[in-house]
């Protein structure tokens, strides 16, 4: 197949842009996806799409986007990760993953969830989305 790219928004944290995607990548068939994050994020994205991902046989790789005249960051601490990590095979082997209490921790990202699902009509997610696929194909 063809390779497409999507934005969604539709999640609270980081673990919950995995498993909220599940169900929509396996109605499509999706059996490969490609992690797009900052260069300080990336350890904790691409391990938590590894694990949700890679146990419902999606293969993951991850791409480092860098944005333009940004100063190097650094990575977030091995406690983020290694919480997230257990929180992802609670998730493979429950089938929970805490949204409802992200939402609670986080309630401005869940205001702006809310807002994503009554404003995806706009267009703009889909702009961006073509922004992306055509910077992952053409890097240089």
């Not at 904790?44 to 991850?62: D, M």
């Not at 940004?70 to 997230?84: G, H, K, T």
């Not at 082997?93 to 939402?103: A, E, K, R, Y």
Request: proline fraction near 5%; aromatic fraction near 8%; charged fraction near 20%.
């Amino acid at each position: 197949g063809s390779a497409q790219c999507a934005v969604d928004r539709s999640a609270v944290d980081t673990l919950t842009n995995f498993t909220s995607l599940v169900p929509t990548f396996a109605a499509a068939g999706v059996n490969s996806v490609a992690v797009a994050t900052d260069r300080s994020h990336m350890r904790r994205a691409y391990a938590l799409a590894f694990i949700v991902l890679g146990s419902c046989a999606i293969q993951v790789e991850s791409v480092v986007a860098n944005p333009m005249n940004a100063p190097p960051a650094d990575p977030e601490s091995w406690i983020r990760v290694i919480r997230d990590v257990l929180r992802a095979l609670f998730w493979v082997m429950s089938g929970f993953d805490g949204q409802w209490l992200s939402g609670l921790i986080h309630p401005r990202r869940a205001a702006d969830v809310r807002a994503w699902r009554r404003s995806k009509e706009s267009g703009r997610d889909e702009r961006f989305a073509r922004w992306l696929k055509g910077a992952l194909r053409d890097p240089g």
